[in-house]
């Protein structure tokens, strides 16, 4: 209670304007060292504020921004500090680590290319540059970064080490990189690289139960790493770990309701649950803004094919069937669907009542030999095939139906068929590309070079052939040679689509963002549909020296298409990849009237105006959303958060009525409810409500949460414990373990509230707070413990008036008063004003016999804390001892009875008699 009761005079010190800079830094670097940022964060403000060209308070404002998630205030601040003359090593290093979590990978060169950083500096911060770009996807260039760290041979360099252990890990020493790791994990900095790199690799090892450990050990301190949270919950829904999972999600999701990762993973571990209605919204959620996501759309196939929406499945599962591995169930459920929808069935019972298949009937029969392919049914399509085989054919496009299914049956006349149909037409691309894709498929590159060769020779003035090699040496590695294919490609027909739009990804991996520029932006002009090319260029409008170029161009096709909803939306994106959201906020505001009915156009309005904190206009359109689209789950949930962002708490419960209604498998929606009951206060209803919840049809994890909050509101801290301890038993990570202990500790349990700290610290490592709670509950029980413990942590944090008062009290309770006083004193040296610390040294003063000194802080203290009993009850005592008896006895007529008082009075028994 004191250590809490201090922290907060701490944080009402820190919003005092009059406080010096340098009192305000030095108080906000107390703060930081507890890991209290958002104290810290207050007081930087101020300091800002006061000083606005403080090196020292625009850098630790942008690192507790940092370390607490808000990285574009990081980005801000760092970058401010750095301009007013601030240190490079010091700052670069908190710079990369705040582009890469706002994902602007081109913006780390600047960083990297800089002769006079130190050699640390620079193995930190390629090391950084490095994992980060290879966990985003761009494993070429960062593990090239990570190799950068290696080649400056510093052996003893942490990041060294870590590099080392990572290409050890790509290099098949997988084991020998886990034991690296653990070492590095135990002398960490303190972002906690080495233990985020150690569960990474124990994952990747699959042991399972260690990298689960770490990852909670790791998000414990690091929650705002989206990433490292990803990773987590992915292994959880491995481990078939669904609960915790599903509560991860549920926790990630609230903060970021758009983020189409997150409701993939929701989508999966509802699925999973067998609550295929929920798997399916989330699925839809994340395809809004992921629209060709294999996985979203796997999981939206397939639910909707559980609940016998077979429309709905067939439309998922059409858009991936070209990326479904062969034998893959939703390649089989696809089939079936076709034929149970009607697209083939009844042409293939005509077919098996007929005795001849003439050409006419060529092409339905293929088509149904395709679909009993990817079904699986190879003895139906073979017979099929079979009789395909009599007819005579001569069309290219049935010659190259004919030759695929043939290849599927590991026919090898198939490819006479496609050959057969390229000379019959040389025109027809389509038999071309079917035979460079049977060759490509096998990994038969020689054949598939064959082939392109053959059509450049065939049509020499074609840009064709010169395509299909790029795309053989694409497919072999090759990216030299695929390039010089493009642009002959290109060099054949200079509109060639294929030619400029590859290119035009090599300009962007190699940021030649202006050449990029060139070619996409020449598709567009004559394909202004072009999503791709609309995605890229949109992409890269930041990266483009005059940052109006992409707008401009965009407003140039508007004006010639002023109905193309999509080129609206790449204008706005545009500017708001230029961080001028107000302008693409005013675009898509335009656009309005005429797009109102369109969902993707919704969908990114109502999304950048929540990015926006523009909640009421949010508010509106994701109400629309649902009016056009009324089972649309992002929109709902849209709207849940921007009610409750404007504290609109009873609509919000409103539309999670709807969402019941709407998804009533999804139980889950009953404890949201419960959830916003209590936001109101209305603690009865969210209780009758809660007896209504089946806990075995919800979350167990969020369940048993809301349980232990509503007897909590109520002050039933014996129930609140029931539920905190299964809480703890599914999930003995330092936040359960925490809260479990803590409401021991309420109930004076403190043996076993000791016994879940001491648990918790040993399996998952240090923890300042669970530490702290375990010198709390043994001042009185164990000082000689506790002191112990406070002394630990002041050999950490010497310069903490918080931990060093707490020392003190421990050793005045350990009856250590000389300790006591010197500890005191330092405390007061630090914080000389703070009332609690002037208590704990009275009391020291008082133990060493110092009685009108103690007496004399004591009377400033009772003045500042009137209302503190203990306080009162030291003044007392410091009164008996100097023969004050009459006040004494005036002071404690005001404290009421307690075992304290009773020692006091006991005093002035013995000194009256």
């Known amino acids: 209670m004191r250590l809490l009761l201090l922290l907060t005079v701490l944080f009402i010190a820190g919003c005092n304007s009059s406080k010096t800079t340098d009192q305000l830094i030095t108080e906000a670097k107390t703060a930081m060292a507890n890991r209290d940022y958002k104290v810290a964060i207050i007081l930087l403000k101020n300091s800002v504020a006061q000083t606005p060209d403080s090196i020292d308070s625009r850098y630790l404002l942008g690192k507790s921004y940092l370390l607490t998630g808000q990285f574009s205030g990081a980005n801000k601040e760092l970058a401010r500090a750095y301009e007013l003359g601030g240190d490079s090593n010091v700052i670069f290093p908190l710079l990369i680590r705040t582009k890469l979590y706002l994902a602007e990978f081109d913006a780390i060169d600047t960083y990297l290319q800089n002769d006079w950083l130190k050699q640390q500096t620079l193995m930190e911060l390629n090391y950084l540059a490095g994992i980060g770009l290879t966990m985003m996807g761009k494993a070429t260039r960062g593990i090239g970064l990570v190799n950068n760290v290696l080649a400056l041979e510093q052996s003893d360099n942490f990041y060294f080490q870590l590099a080392k252990a990572f290409i050890a890990a790509k290099n098949d020493q997988l084991e020998q990189a886990i034991a690296l790791t653990a070492r590095l994990s135990e002398n960490d900095n303190e972002f906690n690289d080495g233990l985020l790199l150690h569960a990474s690799l124990n994952a990747l090892a699959t042991h399972n139960q260690l990298a689960i450990a770490n990852y909670e050990s790791y998000i414990n301190s690091h929650g705002y790493n989206l990433f490292a949270r990803v990773s987590y919950i992915s292994l959880l829904i491995k481990m078939n770990d669904l609960d915790r999972a599903e509560w991860q999600v549920d926790a990630l999701l609230k903060n970021n309701p758009n983020s189409a990762i997150l409701s993939v993973q929701k989508a999966e571990i509802s699925f999973l649950q067998q609550s295929y209605e929920q798997a399916a919204d989330y699925a839809n959620t994340a395809i809004l803004t992921m629209p060709h996501s294999y996985r979203a759309n796997l999981i939206a196939g397939l639910s909707h094919h559980q609940i016998n929406n077979s429309e709905l499945a067939y439309h998922h599962l059409i858009q991936i069937k070209d990326v479904m591995p062969k034998g893959h169930i939703g390649t089989q459920i696809l089939a079936r669907l076709r034929l149970a929808l009607g697209y083939t069935e009844d042409v293939l019972t005509d077919i098996d009542a007929k005795t001849n298949i003439t050409e006419d009937d060529f092409n339905l029969l293929s088509s149904a030999s395709f679909i009993l392919m990817r079904e ?176 401009a161009f965009f407003t140039q096709l508007l004006a010639q298409s002023p109905e193309n909803i999509d080129l609206v939306v790449a204008l706005a994106k545009s500017y708001e990849n230029l961080q001028d959201r107000e302008t693409g906020l005013a675009t898509l505001a335009r656009a309005e009237v005429v797009a109102d009915k369109n969902v993707f156009y919704l969908t990114t309005y109502a999304d950048m105006n929540l990015r926006a904190r523009q909640f009421d206009k949010s508010e509106e359109l994701f109400a629309k959303l649902l009016e056009t689209s009324p089972r649309h789950q992002h929109a709902l949930l849209g709207l849940i958060f921007s009610y409750e962002a404007q504290k609109k ?115 998952n490592g240090s923890h300042p707070a669970l530490e702290t709670l375990l010198a709390e509950i043994n001042i009185e029980m164990n000082p000689e413990k506790s002191f112990t413990i406070y002394q630990d942590m002041a050999k950490q944090q010497p310069d903490n008036f918080v931990v060093l008062n707490n020392l003190a009290w421990s050793a005045i309770m350990a009856n250590k008063y000389e300790l006591g006083l010197a500890y005191a004193q330092k405390a007061a040296k630090i914080a000389p004003e703070m009332p609690q610390v002037q208590d704990t040294l009275a009391v020291a003063l008082m133990r060493n016999g110092k009685y009108q000194e103690a007496e004399r802080l004591l009377i400033k203290v009772t003045q500042a804390l009137p209302d503190d009993t203990d306080v009162s009850m030291h003044y007392a005592e410091v009164l008996i001892h100097l023969n004050k008896l009459s006040e004494s006895k005036l002071v404690l007529a005001n404290i009421e009875e307690s075992p304290k008082k009773q020692k006091i009075l006991d005093l002035l028994a013995n000194i009256n008699g």
């Open 649 to 763: 708490y009873q609509l919000a419960l409103k539309q999670v009525k709807k969402a019941q209604q709407l998804f009533p498998q999804n139980k889950n929606y009953r404890l949201f409810e419960v959830n916003f009951l209590l936001m109101l206060g209305e603690v009865e209803n969210a209780e009758q409500t809660l007896t209504e919840v089946n806990s075995k049809q919800v979350s167990r994890p969020l369940y048993l949460a809301l349980k232990m909050a509503l007897h909590l509101a109520k002050n039933e801290y014996e129930l609140a414990l029931e539920y905190a301890q299964e809480r703890h038993q599914l999930a003995p990570n330092n936040q359960n373990a925490l809260r479990y202990a803590l409401i021991l500790q309420k109930l004076k349990q403190n043996q076993l509230a000791e016994k879940v700290v001491i648990s918790a610290i040993e399996q």
């Open 376 to 551: 699986g049914n190879t003895a139906r399509a073979g017979e099929y095939i079979n009789r395909l085989e009599l007819v005579e054919v001569e069309s290219p496009r049935s010659l190259s139906q004919r030759g695929l299914l043939k290849l599927a049956l590991n026919d090898e006349s198939g490819f006479k068929d496609l050959e057969q149909a390229i000379t019959v037409s040389p025109e027809y691309a389509l038999a071309r590309i079917a035979l460079l894709n049977s060759h490509l498929d096998n990994n038969n590159f020689e054949q598939a070079m064959s082939v392109a060769n053959e059509w450049i020779v065939a049509k020499p003035d074609s840009d064709g052939g010169y395509l299909a090699q790029g795309l053989v040496w694409q497919k072999k590695k090759n990216d030299a040679q695929a390039k010089i294919s493009f642009n002959l490609a290109l060099a054949k027909n200079p509109d060639s689509v294929g030619g400029k739009f590859n290119l035009a990804l090599y300009d962007i991996l190699e940021k030649k963002f202006q050449a990029a520029y060139v070619k996409l932006a020449e598709i567009l002009a004559k394909n202004p549909n072009h999503r791709g090319a609309l995605e890229r260029l949109s992409e890269i409008s930041k990266r483009i020296e005059d940052k109006q170029t992409v707008p």
